[in-house]
Antibody
Framework: QITLKESGPTLVKPTQTLTLTCTFS??????????VGWIRQPPGKALDWLAL???????WYSPTLKSRLTITKETSKNQVVLTMTNMDFVDTATYYC????????????WGQGTLVTVSS | QSVLTQPPSVSGAPGQRVTISCTGS?????????VHWYQQLPGTAPKLLIY???NRPSGVPDRFSGSKSGTSASLAISGLQAEDEADYYC???????????FGSGTTVTVL
């Protein structure tokens, strides 16, 4: 059974760096083709894909946020970490991590999400 | 501004059939990338509903069906039930952006 759970601060100040951790179980990020992605959703708005990391450490980023994002993995800990620099009020959102199976272009298992509020 | 366009809302009476459109372009749906659909119940995380244009994961009722044609895709819900009230999102891949893209989302209301 695949599960994912996001953790990190619920409140950050403008200009600060956000660090979120996705801890998962039921699969390994050392398995060929598997990847984990991050998606966010501002309150009342649509889903927005942020980043993806593959089993082989290949990394993909949203072109609009690429300069602010870094995604890494700790395979032995079953964790994926997303950092986002220079946080702004518009970055207030629920942040989800999700599993993407090999050769798929969709996310089949999602974490419960974590709400991050940017406020001074 | 979402790359994939969906109607903001659709509604129907219990038992009716509703459809949700997802309009893309030649760099995503029209470039032969598959379309996938997610259901998001109030206050919960998205759940995969349809993958690969028309396939249902285990446990998804066959009342839900998907299709794709040209630069658009559709999700149909037949025999609408109160528990189907949720937000629905389409998703694909855009080769020009090299990014996974989501639709603008559609709220389904059961009258």
């Amino acid at each position: 059974q695949i599960t994912l759970k996001e953790s990190g601060p619920t409140l950050v100040k403008p200009t600060q760096t956000l660090t979120l951790t996705c801890t998962f179980s039921g699969f390994s990020l050392s398995t060929n083709g598997v990847s984990v992605g991050w998606i966010r959703q501002p309150p009342g708005k649509a889903l927005d894909w942020l980043a993806l990391i593959y089993w082989d450490d290949d990394k993909w980023y949203s072109p609009t946020l690429k300069s602010r994002l870094t995604i890494t993995k700790e395979t032995s800990k079953n964790q994926v970490v997303l950092t986002m620099t220079n946080m702004d009020f518009v970055d207030t959102a629920t942040y989800y991590c999700a599993h993407r199976r090999a050769a798929a272009q969709y996310f089949d298992f999602w974490g419960q999400g974590t709400l991050v509020t940017v406020s001074s | 501004q979402s790359v994939l366009t969906q109607p903001p809302s659709v509604s129907g009476a219990p038992g009716q059939r509703v459809t949700i459109s997802c309009t893309g372009s030649s760099s995503n749906i029209g470039a032969d990338y598959d379309v996938h659909w997610y259901q998001q119940l109030p206050g919960t995380a998205p759940k995969l509903l349809i993958y690969g244009n028309r396939n249902r994961p285990s446990g998804v009722p066959d009342r839900f069906s998907g299709s794709k044609s040209g630069t658009s895709a559709s999700l149909a819900i037949s025999g609408l039930q109160a528990e189907d009230e949720a937000d629905y999102y389409c998703q694909s891949f855009d080769r020009s952006l090299s990014a996974y893209v989501f639709g603008s989302g559609t709220t389904v209301t059961v009258l």
